[in-house]
Protein backbone atom coordinates (compact mmCIF):
# COMPACT_ATOMS: atom_id res chain seq x y z
CA UNK A 1 0.00 0.00 0.00
CA UNK A 2 1.93 2.99 -1.45
CA UNK A 3 1.72 6.17 0.49
CA UNK A 4 -1.36 8.30 -0.14
CA UNK A 5 -0.70 11.39 1.45
CA UNK A 6 3.05 12.43 2.49
CA UNK A 7 3.18 14.07 5.99
CA UNK A 8 4.73 17.05 3.57
CA UNK A 9 6.16 17.56 0.18
CA UNK A 10 9.08 20.10 1.04
CA UNK A 11 11.81 19.73 3.12
CA UNK A 12 13.23 22.02 6.06
CA UNK A 13 16.33 20.84 7.23
CA UNK A 14 16.73 23.96 8.71
CA UNK A 15 13.76 24.01 11.47
CA UNK A 16 14.14 19.93 12.02
CA UNK A 17 18.18 21.32 13.18
CA UNK A 18 16.56 24.10 15.16
CA UNK A 19 14.24 21.46 16.59
CA UNK A 20 17.21 19.07 17.51
CA UNK A 21 19.23 22.01 19.04
CA UNK A 22 16.24 23.40 21.02
CA UNK A 23 16.14 26.72 19.62
CA UNK A 24 11.79 26.53 18.94
CA UNK A 25 9.00 25.79 20.12
CA UNK A 26 7.64 27.61 17.36
CA UNK A 27 6.84 25.59 13.49
CA UNK A 28 5.45 21.90 12.71
CA UNK A 29 6.16 19.07 14.69
CA UNK A 30 9.10 17.01 12.66
CA UNK A 31 9.26 13.72 12.10
CA UNK A 32 12.34 11.54 12.64
CA UNK A 33 13.60 7.66 12.10
CA UNK A 34 16.85 6.23 12.96
CA UNK A 35 16.15 3.36 10.83
CA UNK A 36 13.52 1.93 8.24
CA UNK A 37 13.76 -1.20 7.00
CA UNK A 38 13.97 -2.38 3.07
CA UNK A 39 10.65 -3.92 3.25
CA UNK A 40 8.49 -0.68 4.46
CA UNK A 41 10.59 1.85 2.09
CA UNK A 42 9.55 -0.65 -1.17
CA UNK A 43 5.99 -0.61 0.04
CA UNK A 44 5.69 3.25 0.63
CA UNK A 45 7.44 4.41 -2.32
CA UNK A 46 6.30 1.16 -4.88
CA UNK A 47 9.95 0.42 -6.13
CA UNK A 48 10.70 -3.26 -5.89
CA UNK A 49 14.01 -4.17 -3.70
CA UNK A 50 15.31 -7.45 -2.48
CA UNK A 51 15.13 -7.14 0.90
CA UNK A 52 17.28 -9.74 2.00
CA UNK A 53 20.07 -8.02 0.25
CA UNK A 54 20.14 -5.00 2.31
CA UNK A 55 20.61 -7.77 5.18
CA UNK A 56 23.78 -8.77 3.24
CA UNK A 57 24.62 -5.04 2.54
CA UNK A 58 24.54 -4.37 5.95
CA UNK A 59 26.43 -7.24 7.59
CA UNK A 60 29.38 -7.00 4.89
CA UNK A 61 29.48 -3.79 3.43
CA UNK A 62 33.25 -3.07 3.13
CA UNK A 63 32.94 -6.05 0.60
CA UNK A 64 30.51 -3.59 -1.95
CA UNK A 65 33.17 -1.43 -2.74
CA UNK A 66 35.25 -4.50 -4.13
CA UNK A 67 31.98 -6.13 -6.09
CA UNK A 68 30.14 -4.87 -8.75
CA UNK A 69 26.86 -6.71 -8.05
CA UNK A 70 27.17 -5.55 -4.44
CA UNK A 71 27.82 -2.12 -5.31
CA UNK A 72 24.96 -1.73 -8.13
CA UNK A 73 22.68 -3.25 -4.72
CA UNK A 74 24.21 -0.67 -2.82
CA UNK A 75 23.42 2.29 -4.83
CA UNK A 76 19.80 1.12 -5.57
CA UNK A 77 19.65 0.71 -1.87
CA UNK A 78 20.42 4.08 -1.69
CA UNK A 79 18.15 5.51 -4.68
CA UNK A 80 15.74 3.44 -2.57
CA UNK A 81 16.05 5.26 0.67
CA UNK A 82 16.27 8.08 -1.19
CA UNK A 83 12.87 8.18 -2.97
CA UNK A 84 11.52 6.67 0.54
CA UNK A 85 12.56 10.31 2.08
CA UNK A 86 10.99 12.33 -0.72
CA UNK A 87 7.59 10.19 -0.74
CA UNK A 88 6.98 10.61 2.66
CA UNK A 89 8.55 14.18 3.31
CA UNK A 90 11.51 13.33 5.76
CA UNK A 91 14.08 16.33 5.97
CA UNK A 92 16.44 14.26 5.24
CA UNK A 93 17.69 10.63 3.83
CA UNK A 94 19.43 8.28 5.96
CA UNK A 95 23.40 6.98 4.62
CA UNK A 96 25.53 5.04 6.42
CA UNK A 97 29.10 5.13 5.82
CA UNK A 98 30.91 2.15 4.69
CA UNK A 99 32.93 1.23 7.76
CA UNK A 100 34.58 -2.61 6.65
CA UNK A 101 34.85 -3.92 9.73
CA UNK A 102 34.37 -8.29 9.72
CA UNK A 103 31.77 -9.38 11.84
CA UNK A 104 29.29 -11.73 12.41
CA UNK A 105 25.17 -11.73 12.33
CA UNK A 106 22.43 -14.32 12.72
CA UNK A 107 19.49 -14.59 10.57
CA UNK A 108 16.47 -16.46 10.81
CA UNK A 109 16.53 -19.13 8.14
CA UNK A 110 14.31 -18.71 5.09
CA UNK A 111 11.09 -19.47 6.10
CA UNK A 112 8.72 -19.38 3.34
CA UNK A 113 5.10 -19.26 5.72
CA UNK A 114 6.59 -15.83 7.00
CA UNK A 115 5.08 -12.74 6.33
CA UNK A 116 7.59 -10.66 6.94
CA UNK A 117 11.12 -10.58 5.56
CA UNK A 118 14.60 -11.52 6.73
CA UNK A 119 16.20 -9.76 9.23
CA UNK A 120 19.58 -10.21 10.96
CA UNK A 121 20.65 -9.56 14.98
CA UNK A 122 24.06 -9.27 16.44
CA UNK A 123 25.77 -12.81 17.93
CA UNK A 124 24.73 -13.10 21.24
CA UNK A 125 26.95 -15.94 22.24
CA UNK A 126 30.19 -16.26 20.91
CA UNK A 127 31.55 -13.52 17.68
CA UNK A 128 34.36 -13.69 16.15
CA UNK A 129 37.14 -12.38 18.85
CA UNK A 130 37.16 -14.31 22.53
CA UNK A 131 40.61 -14.13 23.12
CA UNK A 132 43.71 -12.57 22.93
CA UNK A 133 45.01 -14.63 20.12
CA UNK A 134 42.11 -13.95 17.90
CA UNK A 135 42.26 -10.17 18.78
CA UNK A 136 46.04 -10.20 17.86
CA UNK A 137 45.01 -12.63 14.68
CA UNK A 138 42.13 -9.53 13.27
CA UNK A 139 42.47 -7.93 10.55
CA UNK A 140 41.67 -4.33 11.36
CA UNK A 141 40.30 -1.91 8.54
CA UNK A 142 42.96 1.03 7.64
CA UNK A 143 41.18 4.33 8.20
CA UNK A 144 41.55 4.97 4.77
CA UNK A 145 39.21 2.04 4.23
CA UNK A 146 36.62 4.08 5.58
CA UNK A 147 34.01 5.49 2.70
CA UNK A 148 31.66 8.00 2.27
CA UNK A 149 30.12 6.78 -1.26
CA UNK A 150 26.88 6.98 0.16
CA UNK A 151 26.99 10.30 1.64
CA UNK A 152 28.73 11.46 -1.86
CA UNK A 153 26.23 9.52 -3.56
CA UNK A 154 23.07 10.93 -1.78
CA UNK A 155 24.69 14.43 -0.87
CA UNK A 156 25.05 14.90 -5.21
CA UNK A 157 20.88 13.98 -5.50
CA UNK A 158 19.38 16.06 -2.21
CA UNK A 159 16.11 18.21 -3.13
CA UNK A 160 16.59 21.12 -2.19
CA UNK A 161 15.92 21.27 1.89
CA UNK A 162 17.13 18.22 2.68
CA UNK A 163 20.36 16.92 4.12
CA UNK A 164 22.30 13.57 4.98
CA UNK A 165 21.50 11.87 8.13
CA UNK A 166 24.31 9.83 8.74
CA UNK A 167 23.62 6.78 11.05
CA UNK A 168 27.03 5.12 12.34
CA UNK A 169 26.97 2.17 14.45
CA UNK A 170 28.48 2.50 17.43
CA UNK A 171 31.65 1.25 19.63
CA UNK A 172 29.79 -0.86 21.95
CA UNK A 173 27.30 -2.09 19.36
CA UNK A 174 30.51 -3.59 17.16
CA UNK A 175 32.18 -4.64 20.13
CA UNK A 176 28.57 -7.05 20.73
CA UNK A 177 29.07 -8.24 17.31
CA UNK A 178 32.64 -9.00 17.82
CA UNK A 179 32.81 -10.62 20.83
CA UNK A 180 29.25 -11.98 21.34
CA UNK A 181 27.22 -10.22 24.04
CA UNK A 182 27.87 -13.52 26.47
CA UNK A 183 31.55 -13.34 25.54
CA UNK A 184 31.76 -9.75 25.93
CA UNK A 185 29.99 -10.22 29.71
CA UNK A 186 32.07 -13.06 31.08
CA UNK A 187 35.30 -10.74 29.53
CA UNK A 188 34.53 -7.54 31.06
CA UNK A 189 34.99 -9.41 34.32
CA UNK A 190 37.94 -11.98 33.00
CA UNK A 191 39.87 -10.18 30.88
CA UNK A 192 38.65 -6.24 30.64
CA UNK A 193 42.16 -5.31 29.12
CA UNK A 194 40.87 -7.30 26.33
CA UNK A 195 37.73 -5.40 26.13
CA UNK A 196 39.50 -2.26 26.48
CA UNK A 197 42.31 -2.86 23.62
CA UNK A 198 39.45 -3.94 21.01
CA UNK A 199 37.13 -0.64 22.17
CA UNK A 200 40.37 1.34 21.42
CA UNK A 201 40.23 -0.49 18.03
CA UNK A 202 37.43 0.56 17.53
CA UNK A 203 37.29 4.03 18.58
CA UNK A 204 40.07 5.26 16.56
CA UNK A 205 38.17 3.95 13.37
CA UNK A 206 34.85 5.36 14.74
CA UNK A 207 36.72 8.75 15.81
CA UNK A 208 37.93 8.58 12.34
CA UNK A 209 34.57 8.00 10.63
CA UNK A 210 32.21 10.48 12.44
CA UNK A 211 34.89 13.29 11.94
CA UNK A 212 35.07 12.83 8.46
CA UNK A 213 31.54 12.04 7.81
CA UNK A 214 30.58 15.25 10.24
CA UNK A 215 32.88 17.59 8.07
CA UNK A 216 31.06 16.21 4.75
CA UNK A 217 28.76 19.72 3.71
CA UNK A 218 26.01 17.01 3.12
CA UNK A 219 25.55 15.70 6.61
CA UNK A 220 23.15 17.36 8.67
CA UNK A 221 23.25 15.19 11.70
CA UNK A 222 25.19 11.56 13.17
CA UNK A 223 22.42 9.31 14.50
CA UNK A 224 25.08 7.24 16.54
CA UNK A 225 23.56 3.56 17.34
CA UNK A 226 24.49 2.26 20.93
CA UNK A 227 22.50 -0.03 22.45
CA UNK A 228 23.55 -0.57 25.91
CA UNK A 229 20.85 -1.42 27.82
CA UNK A 230 18.04 -4.13 28.74
CA UNK A 231 15.03 -3.50 30.38
CA UNK A 232 15.87 -3.16 33.56
CA UNK A 233 19.01 -1.96 33.40
CA UNK A 234 22.32 -1.43 31.44
CA UNK A 235 24.19 -4.35 29.54
CA UNK A 236 27.26 -4.15 31.23
CA UNK A 237 27.70 -2.77 35.08
CA UNK A 238 27.28 1.19 35.03
CA UNK A 239 30.94 1.17 36.44
CA UNK A 240 32.39 -0.68 33.25
CA UNK A 241 30.32 1.62 30.54
CA UNK A 242 31.62 4.62 32.40
CA UNK A 243 35.25 3.71 32.65
CA UNK A 244 35.40 1.76 29.66
CA UNK A 245 32.82 3.51 27.07
CA UNK A 246 31.68 6.57 28.34
CA UNK A 247 35.10 8.38 28.15
CA UNK A 248 35.54 7.20 24.27
CA UNK A 249 31.78 8.01 22.91
CA UNK A 250 32.81 11.84 24.45
CA UNK A 251 35.85 11.33 21.62
CA UNK A 252 33.28 10.49 19.28
CA UNK A 253 30.88 12.68 20.08
CA UNK A 254 33.52 15.63 20.12
CA UNK A 255 34.60 14.68 16.23
CA UNK A 256 31.20 15.39 15.73
CA UNK A 257 30.95 18.54 17.38
CA UNK A 258 33.95 20.24 16.25
CA UNK A 259 32.39 20.40 12.63
CA UNK A 260 29.23 22.11 14.50
CA UNK A 261 27.36 18.83 13.67
CA UNK A 262 24.77 17.43 15.87
CA UNK A 263 25.22 13.99 17.65
CA UNK A 264 22.27 12.09 18.00
CA UNK A 265 22.29 9.17 20.56
CA UNK A 266 20.16 6.11 19.54
CA UNK A 267 20.37 3.34 22.22
CA UNK A 268 17.76 1.16 23.31
CA UNK A 269 17.15 -0.11 27.17
CA UNK A 270 17.13 1.40 30.82
CA UNK A 271 20.06 3.72 30.89
CA UNK A 272 19.19 5.70 33.96
CA UNK A 273 22.30 5.23 35.59
CA UNK A 274 24.74 6.39 33.00
CA UNK A 275 22.00 9.02 31.42
CA UNK A 276 23.99 12.24 33.38
CA UNK A 277 27.43 10.45 31.81
CA UNK A 278 25.87 10.72 28.42
CA UNK A 279 24.20 14.12 28.85
CA UNK A 280 26.98 15.67 30.86
CA UNK A 281 29.96 13.95 30.04
CA UNK A 282 29.39 12.68 26.19
CA UNK A 283 27.15 15.76 25.21
CA UNK A 284 24.76 13.89 23.31
CA UNK A 285 22.21 16.58 21.67
CA UNK A 286 19.53 13.71 21.55
CA UNK A 287 18.23 10.85 22.72
CA UNK A 288 16.30 8.18 21.06
CA UNK A 289 14.82 4.70 21.72
CA UNK A 290 11.99 4.76 23.79
CA UNK A 291 9.98 1.47 25.12
CA UNK A 292 6.85 2.21 27.19
CA UNK A 293 7.51 -0.58 29.56
CA UNK A 294 10.68 0.96 30.26
CA UNK A 295 10.11 4.38 30.33
CA UNK A 296 7.29 6.20 28.32
CA UNK A 297 8.89 9.04 25.86
CA UNK A 298 6.82 11.26 28.22
CA UNK A 299 8.50 10.82 31.14
CA UNK A 300 11.75 11.28 29.87
CA UNK A 301 10.84 14.04 28.28
CA UNK A 302 9.43 15.75 31.68
CA UNK A 303 13.48 14.43 33.37
CA UNK A 304 15.31 15.89 30.33
CA UNK A 305 14.23 18.28 27.89
CA UNK A 306 15.93 21.23 28.94
CA UNK A 307 19.09 19.03 28.47
CA UNK A 308 18.79 17.37 25.23
CA UNK A 309 16.20 17.20 22.52
CA UNK A 310 13.56 13.86 22.83
CA UNK A 311 13.32 11.75 19.18
CA UNK A 312 10.60 9.60 18.34
CA UNK A 313 8.83 7.05 21.37
CA UNK A 314 5.71 5.20 19.45
CA UNK A 315 6.71 1.87 20.66
CA UNK A 316 6.93 -1.25 18.57
CA UNK A 317 4.71 -3.05 20.02
CA UNK A 318 1.69 -0.73 19.39
CA UNK A 319 2.70 -0.51 15.51
CA UNK A 320 3.16 -3.74 15.01
CA UNK A 321 0.44 -5.22 16.75
CA UNK A 322 -2.07 -2.42 17.45
CA UNK A 323 -4.19 -0.81 15.42
CA UNK A 324 -4.34 2.76 13.71
CA UNK A 325 -7.01 3.97 16.01
CA UNK A 326 -5.09 3.04 18.67
CA UNK A 327 -1.96 4.70 17.39
CA UNK A 328 -3.29 7.87 16.58
CA UNK A 329 -4.30 8.00 19.89
CA UNK A 330 -0.97 7.29 21.69
CA UNK A 331 0.82 9.65 19.03
CA UNK A 332 -1.44 12.41 20.26
CA UNK A 333 -0.92 11.43 23.71
CA UNK A 334 2.42 11.94 22.73
CA UNK A 335 2.08 15.26 21.03
CA UNK A 336 -0.09 16.57 23.97
CA UNK A 337 2.94 15.95 26.42
CA UNK A 338 6.03 16.44 24.24
CA UNK A 339 5.55 18.75 21.27
CA UNK A 340 4.32 22.01 23.16
CA UNK A 341 7.89 22.38 24.79
CA UNK A 342 10.16 21.51 21.89
CA UNK A 343 12.62 19.96 21.32
CA UNK A 344 10.83 16.49 20.11
CA UNK A 345 10.24 14.82 16.77
CA UNK A 346 7.78 12.06 16.14
CA UNK A 347 9.07 8.96 15.57
CA UNK A 348 8.70 5.52 16.43
CA UNK A 349 10.20 4.07 19.49
CA UNK A 350 12.80 2.35 17.74
CA UNK A 351 12.58 1.74 13.73
CA UNK A 352 10.10 1.01 10.95
CA UNK A 353 11.02 -2.52 10.65
CA UNK A 354 9.77 -4.91 8.78
CA UNK A 355 7.43 -5.78 11.36
CA UNK A 356 5.75 -2.98 11.66
CA UNK A 357 1.83 -2.47 10.29
CA UNK A 358 2.39 -0.40 7.31
CA UNK A 359 -0.76 1.20 7.99
CA UNK A 360 0.05 2.32 11.41
CA UNK A 361 3.34 3.58 10.40
CA UNK A 362 0.67 5.49 8.07
CA UNK A 363 -1.54 6.33 11.03
CA UNK A 364 1.72 7.88 12.95
CA UNK A 365 2.37 10.15 10.04
CA UNK A 366 -1.20 11.16 9.73
CA UNK A 367 -2.06 12.19 13.34
CA UNK A 368 1.18 14.33 13.39
CA UNK A 369 0.36 16.14 10.50
CA UNK A 370 -2.99 16.52 11.78
CA UNK A 371 -1.40 18.41 14.86
CA UNK A 372 0.42 20.58 12.73
CA UNK A 373 -2.35 21.60 10.64
CA UNK A 374 -4.23 22.40 13.79
CA UNK A 375 -2.15 24.42 15.25
CA UNK A 376 -1.48 26.48 11.96
CA UNK A 377 1.56 24.24 10.29
CA UNK B 1 27.29 -18.65 54.63
CA UNK B 2 29.84 -21.83 53.27
CA UNK B 3 33.19 -20.35 51.11
CA UNK B 4 31.66 -22.33 48.11
CA UNK B 5 28.73 -20.24 48.07
CA UNK B 6 30.31 -16.82 49.05
CA UNK B 7 32.98 -17.54 46.41
CA UNK B 8 30.48 -18.37 43.68
CA UNK B 9 28.10 -14.83 44.57
CA UNK B 10 31.82 -13.14 44.29
CA UNK B 11 32.17 -14.43 40.85
CA UNK B 12 35.75 -16.07 41.82
CA UNK B 13 35.78 -18.67 39.37
CA UNK B 14 38.90 -20.27 40.25
CA UNK B 15 37.99 -20.61 43.96
CA UNK B 16 34.80 -22.16 43.25
CA UNK B 17 36.70 -24.57 40.84
CA UNK B 18 39.18 -25.70 43.56
CA UNK B 19 36.43 -25.64 46.35
CA UNK B 20 34.40 -28.10 44.16
CA UNK B 21 36.93 -30.11 43.29
CA UNK B 22 38.18 -30.20 47.45
CA UNK B 23 34.94 -31.12 48.55
CA UNK B 24 34.49 -34.14 45.93
CA UNK B 25 37.94 -35.14 46.44
CA UNK B 26 37.02 -35.14 50.61
CA UNK B 27 33.81 -37.12 49.86
CA UNK B 28 31.23 -34.36 50.52
CA UNK B 29 27.80 -35.28 49.48
CA UNK B 30 27.56 -34.17 45.87
CA UNK B 31 24.28 -32.96 46.97
CA UNK B 32 24.96 -30.88 49.28
CA UNK B 33 27.68 -29.25 46.86
CA UNK B 34 24.98 -28.29 44.54
CA UNK B 35 23.00 -26.57 47.44
CA UNK B 36 25.86 -24.50 48.21
CA UNK B 37 25.89 -23.49 44.34
CA UNK B 38 22.42 -22.83 44.72
CA UNK B 39 22.79 -20.10 47.65
CA UNK B 40 25.23 -18.99 45.60
CA UNK B 41 23.47 -18.48 43.35
CA UNK B 42 20.16 -17.12 44.96
CA UNK B 43 22.81 -14.12 46.56
CA UNK B 44 23.99 -13.18 42.47
CA UNK B 45 20.09 -13.20 41.93
CA UNK B 46 19.35 -10.55 45.27
CA UNK B 47 23.11 -8.66 44.51
CA UNK B 48 21.10 -8.10 40.34
CA UNK B 49 18.03 -7.18 42.47
CA UNK B 50 19.53 -4.48 44.14
CA UNK B 51 21.43 -3.43 41.12
CA UNK B 52 24.59 -4.75 42.79
CA UNK B 53 25.47 -6.79 40.17
CA UNK B 54 23.78 -6.64 36.30
CA UNK B 55 23.72 -8.77 33.07
CA UNK B 56 27.02 -9.53 32.44
CA UNK B 57 27.88 -10.50 36.39
CA UNK B 58 24.49 -12.59 35.92
CA UNK B 59 26.27 -14.27 32.92
CA UNK B 60 29.29 -14.70 34.67
CA UNK B 61 27.43 -16.40 37.60
CA UNK B 62 26.10 -18.99 34.78
CA UNK B 63 29.53 -19.60 33.41
CA UNK B 64 30.75 -20.53 36.82
CA UNK B 65 27.39 -22.14 38.11
CA UNK B 66 27.77 -24.46 35.30
CA UNK B 67 31.40 -25.12 35.25
CA UNK B 68 30.74 -26.04 38.85
CA UNK B 69 27.70 -28.68 37.44
CA UNK B 70 30.28 -30.41 35.08
CA UNK B 71 32.30 -31.57 38.15
CA UNK B 72 29.47 -32.36 40.36
CA UNK B 73 27.30 -34.16 38.25
CA UNK B 74 28.88 -37.20 37.16
CA UNK B 75 29.01 -37.79 40.83
CA UNK B 76 25.34 -37.20 41.52
CA UNK B 77 24.55 -39.58 38.30
CA UNK B 78 26.91 -42.04 40.22
CA UNK B 79 24.99 -41.75 43.80
CA UNK B 80 21.37 -41.18 44.55
CA UNK B 81 19.87 -37.79 42.67
CA UNK B 82 18.01 -34.91 44.19
CA UNK B 83 14.34 -34.70 42.84
CA UNK B 84 14.10 -31.49 40.85
CA UNK B 85 11.65 -28.92 42.06
CA UNK B 86 9.27 -29.48 38.69
CA UNK B 87 10.29 -30.23 35.43
CA UNK B 88 10.37 -27.34 32.94
CA UNK B 89 10.58 -27.13 29.19
CA UNK B 90 12.03 -23.93 28.00
CA UNK B 91 12.42 -22.21 24.53
CA UNK B 92 12.72 -18.98 22.14
CA UNK B 93 9.55 -18.64 20.32
CA UNK B 94 9.53 -19.88 16.58
CA UNK B 95 10.62 -16.62 14.14
CA UNK B 96 12.96 -15.55 17.04
CA UNK B 97 16.34 -16.80 17.33
CA UNK B 98 17.63 -14.46 20.15
CA UNK B 99 18.80 -16.90 23.35
CA UNK B 100 20.74 -14.63 25.74
CA UNK B 101 17.89 -14.28 27.92
CA UNK B 102 16.35 -17.63 27.53
CA UNK B 103 20.37 -18.85 28.70
CA UNK B 104 19.92 -17.07 31.59
CA UNK B 105 17.13 -18.19 32.69
CA UNK B 106 17.56 -21.87 31.85
CA UNK B 107 20.76 -21.46 34.01
CA UNK B 108 19.37 -19.71 36.97
CA UNK B 109 16.82 -22.07 36.91
CA UNK B 110 18.93 -24.94 37.18
CA UNK B 111 20.72 -23.47 40.21
CA UNK B 112 17.38 -23.09 41.47
CA UNK B 113 16.11 -26.98 40.68
CA UNK B 114 14.22 -27.08 38.15
CA UNK B 115 15.06 -29.94 35.80
CA UNK B 116 15.06 -28.36 32.43
CA UNK B 117 14.56 -29.37 28.92
CA UNK B 118 16.08 -26.43 26.75
CA UNK B 119 14.56 -26.21 22.71
CA UNK B 120 16.74 -23.94 21.46
CA UNK B 121 15.97 -20.83 19.76
CA UNK B 122 12.96 -20.38 16.84
CA UNK B 123 11.16 -23.59 18.58
CA UNK B 124 8.11 -24.37 16.28
CA UNK B 125 4.84 -25.08 18.68
CA UNK B 126 4.94 -28.51 17.72
CA UNK B 127 8.42 -28.46 18.86
CA UNK B 128 7.30 -27.35 22.38
CA UNK B 129 4.32 -29.52 22.29
CA UNK B 130 6.41 -32.92 21.65
CA UNK B 131 8.86 -32.26 24.39
CA UNK B 132 6.32 -30.98 27.22
CA UNK B 133 4.60 -34.69 25.91
CA UNK B 134 8.15 -36.23 25.88
CA UNK B 135 9.27 -35.06 29.06
CA UNK B 136 6.09 -34.79 31.11
CA UNK B 137 7.24 -31.03 32.48
CA UNK B 138 4.22 -28.92 34.25
CA UNK B 139 5.73 -25.35 33.28
CA UNK B 140 6.77 -24.09 29.80
CA UNK B 141 8.75 -21.24 29.39
CA UNK B 142 8.49 -19.06 26.18
CA UNK B 143 11.31 -16.67 25.67
CA UNK B 144 11.10 -13.89 22.71
CA UNK B 145 12.79 -10.30 21.66
CA UNK B 146 10.38 -9.54 18.90
CA UNK B 147 7.29 -8.48 18.46
CA UNK B 148 6.55 -11.38 15.50
CA UNK B 149 7.13 -13.47 18.41
CA UNK B 150 4.27 -12.98 20.43
CA UNK B 151 1.92 -14.50 17.84
CA UNK B 152 4.41 -17.70 17.47
CA UNK B 153 3.84 -17.69 21.66
CA UNK B 154 0.13 -17.70 21.47
CA UNK B 155 0.43 -20.59 18.57
CA UNK B 156 2.28 -22.55 21.15
CA UNK B 157 -0.49 -21.98 23.87
CA UNK B 158 -2.31 -22.71 21.33
CA UNK B 159 -0.65 -25.31 20.66
CA UNK B 160 -0.46 -26.97 24.11
CA UNK B 161 -4.20 -26.34 24.47
CA UNK B 162 -5.16 -28.32 21.34
CA UNK B 163 -3.05 -31.16 22.62
CA UNK B 164 -4.58 -31.41 25.71
CA UNK B 165 -2.24 -30.49 28.14
CA UNK B 166 -2.85 -26.95 29.12
CA UNK B 167 -4.44 -27.78 32.35
CA UNK B 168 -1.33 -30.19 33.81
CA UNK B 169 1.14 -27.42 32.73
CA UNK B 170 1.36 -23.57 33.71
CA UNK B 171 3.09 -21.00 31.12
CA UNK B 172 5.41 -18.26 31.40
CA UNK B 173 6.70 -15.93 28.52
CA UNK B 174 9.53 -14.10 29.18
CA UNK B 175 11.78 -11.07 26.96
CA UNK B 176 12.51 -7.22 26.97
CA UNK B 177 8.99 -6.23 25.57
CA UNK B 178 6.68 -8.84 26.87
CA UNK B 179 4.13 -6.89 29.19
CA UNK B 180 0.53 -7.91 31.04
CA UNK B 181 -1.22 -6.91 27.69
CA UNK B 182 1.21 -9.62 25.62
CA UNK B 183 0.51 -12.59 28.45
CA UNK B 184 -3.08 -11.67 28.22
CA UNK B 185 -2.97 -11.84 24.24
CA UNK B 186 -1.26 -15.06 24.41
CA UNK B 187 -3.03 -16.63 26.82
CA UNK B 188 -0.06 -17.43 29.37
CA UNK B 189 -0.34 -17.83 32.85
CA UNK B 190 2.76 -15.29 33.79
CA UNK B 191 4.75 -12.99 32.37
CA UNK B 192 8.52 -11.29 33.28
CA UNK B 193 11.17 -9.06 31.30
CA UNK B 194 13.91 -9.91 33.94
CA UNK B 195 15.26 -13.49 34.28
CA UNK B 196 15.85 -13.79 38.37
CA UNK B 197 11.97 -12.33 38.82
CA UNK B 198 10.77 -15.46 36.24
CA UNK B 199 12.70 -17.99 38.69
CA UNK B 200 10.69 -16.57 41.77
CA UNK B 201 7.52 -17.02 39.21
CA UNK B 202 8.30 -20.64 38.67
CA UNK B 203 9.05 -21.58 42.08
CA UNK B 204 5.20 -20.56 42.96
CA UNK B 205 4.23 -22.78 39.80
CA UNK B 206 5.89 -25.58 41.47
CA UNK B 207 5.04 -24.74 44.86
CA UNK B 208 8.21 -24.15 46.23
CA UNK B 209 8.69 -21.76 49.25
Known amino acids: MPIERPFKTSYNWEHLEKVLRRQTTEGPVPIIELLVDAEPMSEVTGIDFPAAKAVELFTNAGAALNDNAALEMGLKLMDLSLAFSKAVGYDYVTMIPIVPIRKTRRTLADDPDAKRGQRAWIEETKGIISDRREFEEYEWPSLDQVSLLPIDYAGGQLPAGMKVMVQCDGIFEILKELMGLQQLAIASIKDPALVDDILEQLTRIMVHTVDIVAAHPATGAVFYGEDMGSSVGTLLSPKFLKNYVIPRLKLIADACHKHGKLFLLHSCGQLEDIMEDLIGVVGIDAKHSFQDNIEPVEDYYRKYRDRVSVLGGLDMNLLSSGTTEEVKIRTRQILKACAPGGGFCVGSGNSISNYVKIENYYAMLDETRKWNEEHGY | ?209
Not at chain 2, 1 to 11: F, H, R
Not at chain 2, 168 to 185: D, F, L, N, S
Open chain 2, 1 to 209: MSDLANAIADLKEDEVKKIVQDMINSGADPLSIVEECRKGMDIVGERYKSKEYFLGELIMSGEIFKEAMAVVEPKLKAGKSGSPLAKMVIGTAKGDIHNIGKDIAATLLKAAGFELYDVGVDAAPEVFVRTLKESGASILGISGLLTPSFESMKLTVQAVEAAGLRSKVKIIIGGGIVTEVVRKYVGADAVTDDAPEGVELCKKFAGAK
